[in-house]
């Protein structure tokens, strides 16, 4: 039940929040992300050139270099381009996990990071609607992306794969987004984004199964498999090539719904007033 | 849901003399360096109290702390008698809040701005659109509804930050030194503005400034110095305790006063 209290001036302010309210917050956090969103035509644009720069050129150059045998959960030989697709996938949602993790720095040194945070709603709904909407940008790339793709000859065994690579599409948005958050919190000032791009980006793409499978890393690399094993990246990029074949990698789910949680978990604290890590920081 | 059928609390109904702001005994420091040492004061309702004091007297992390950007380490602050550490959310939706950095979203319109701002408190659909009407009428920023924020001159954005600050019926305005960087004109319409607010709608407000000329003898004055309360007095009051001839003599002869530890 939602009530509320009348000032002397008429005010409406409430007391108690009830799940309307908070449906109503939700959505307009998500909504002024889409609409952020739908300004920034470049953003859509560059999330979709890079990973389509990775599969036309990159994927087409090294197609006859790079064999890819028979692994679960493809039952037969494919293509280099429909292996790292799913990579590429992934690709996008790290890009924009990042991305959303950018504009939140960027919105505490404006200041319009304050004007969510100083909202009644409780500070971990605020976070979970933020990663929410970010979740929600990068499903229109990665569908974006998997139009232009089909067009490549890239695409599930059935049309059902397009829905069932969704709760993974999810999932993993939402992982990777709980990353950007925690990572927002940690970072300093704007400029330190390029850091990010270094020690996180790159090291979580290159080091896992998006661009080649771990058997070939074992065999050249023992420790760099190990690596890969540990990267939640590398069953993030598990979960959607096997959803995408409408098949469930297990494993891949419980590694992406723990990591999920534990950034969670270590933003809402970051971001809790009590600690106050990132906004002390920011002054 | 209409405004009408919202359940009435009373608690915030009575005459009760609960001030609109109560802050007791806060201290707060970054690591070794201590922000505020044991600041007390109160807002009541329908007052117009200035926090006044140098740059690095410690007003961003009073405001900071009561708007709940992090907690205090000592001390407690209340809303309408709501404590904002442990009554939150009853605490910050009674409170309006203009940053001292522009906080508007340039790229979506005004109208944009407040209904995202008013979906933050729960509120949405036709009520939120109604309240943003209402808003920017009593603000004289109707007409300026459907243009981007971006295009705003600074008196303007300003205008729109505390329509959109008012939004959701606050009992309480905090303004964080708002005149920053606005011409003569405007700090003056704004300043005007929301003193007609004060008497008008019986709300209280606190607004820090370190511009001396923004105080009036009539005004609740609370001078901060190196993060101590050095003087809460009618501004009036203090000048002639003072011995003074204005509110910037009376300011200096307390600040010369203060005990020289501070300085250190």
Not at chain 1, 120 to 127: G, S
Not at chain 1, 175 to 182: E, F, H, Q, T
Not at chain 1, 185 to 199: D, H, P, R, T, Y
Request: hydrophobic share 50%.
């Amino acid at each position: 039940m939602t009530s509320s209290a009348v000032t002397k001036s008429g005010a409406p302010a409430r007391t108690h929040f009830g799940l309307h309210q908070y449906a109503i917050c939700m959505a307009g956090i998500v909504w002024r992300e889409g609409l952020r969103f739908l300004h920034q035509r470049e953003r859509f644009i560059s999330a979709l050139v890079r990973p389509l720069v990775w599969l036309f050129i990159f994927a087409a150059g090294f197609r006859q270099v790079l064999g890819v045998s028979i692994i679960p959960p493809y039952e037969t030989y494919v293509l280099y381009e429909v292996y790292i697709t799913p990579g590429l996938i992934a690709m996008i949602q790290l890009f924009n996990g990042m991305q959303s993790s950018l504009s939140m720095v960027y919105d505490r040194e404006m200041g319009n990071m304050r004007t969510l945070l100083v909202s009644p709603m409780p500070r971990w709904f605020l976070l979970s609607s933020k990663l929410i909407a970010g979740t929600a940008v990068s499903l229109l790339q990665v569908y974006a992306y998997l139009v232009i793709a089909y067009f490549w000859e890239i695409e599930p065994p059935t049309p059902w794969g397009y829905l069932t690579v969704l709760p993974a599409l999810i999932l993993v948005g939402l992982m990777l987004g709980s990353l950007g958050l925690l990572l927002s919190s940690l970072i300093k000032q704007l400029e330190n984004f390029a850091g990010v791009m270094n020690f996180v980006i790159f090291p979580m793409f290159f080091a896992s199964s998006a661009l080649y499978p771990l058997w070939r890393v074992q065999e050249s690399s023992p420790w760099l498999y190990y690596v890969c094993q540990a990267n939640p990246f590398t069953h993030a990029v598990e979960l959607i090539r096997f959803a995408f074949y409408q098949q469930l990698n297990v494993r891949a789910l419980a590694i992406v719904l723990a990591c999920g949680i534990v950034f969670m978990a270590g933003a809402i604290l970051a971001y809790n007033p009590a600690i106050g890590l990132s906004l002390r920081r920011a002054g | 849901m209409t405004l009408a059928s919202q359940v009435l609390v009373p608690r915030l109904d009575t005459d009760a003399p609960v001030p609109a702001l109560s802050i007791r005994d806060i201290s707060h420091s970054y690591r070794e360096r201590r922000a505020l040492v044991d600041v007390s004061f109160d807002v009541p309702r329908g007052a117009f109290a200035v926090l006044l004091g140098l740059n690095g007297a410690g007003k961003t992390s009073l405001f900071s702390l009561v708007t709940r950007l992090y907690a205090a380490q000592h001390g407690s602050i209340a809303v309408l008698g709501f404590d904002v550490a442990r009554e939150p959310a009853q605490a910050l939706s009674r409170l309006g809040v203009v940053f001292q950095a522009r906080t508007l979203d340039l790229d979506l319109t005004v109208m944009q701005n407040l209904l995202y701002h008013a979906s933050l408190h729960g509120i949405g659909g036709r009520e939120g659109r109604a309240l943003a009407d209402d808003t920017l009428a009593r603000t004289q920023m109707r007409e300026r509804a459907h243009d981007k924020a971006r295009v705003l001159s600074g008196g303007q954005m300003r205008r729109i930050e505390i329509a959109r600050a008012l939004l959701h019926r606050p009992s309480l305005l905090l303004l964080d030194e708002p005149t920053v960087g606005l011409d003569v004109n405007a700090r003056k319409s704004i300043l005007t503005y929301v003193r007609e607010l004060v008497a008008e709608e019986n709300i209280g407000v606190l607004w820090t400034t370190h511009l001396i000329d923004e105080v009036e003898d009539g005004d609740d004055l609370v001078i901060l110095h190196r993060g101590r309360v050095l003087a809460k007095a009618i501004a009036g009051e203090l000048v002639a305790r003072a011995g003074a001839m204005n509110v910037g003599g009376a300011f200096e002869r307390v600040i010369v006063a203060a005990p020289s530890e501070l300085d250190a």
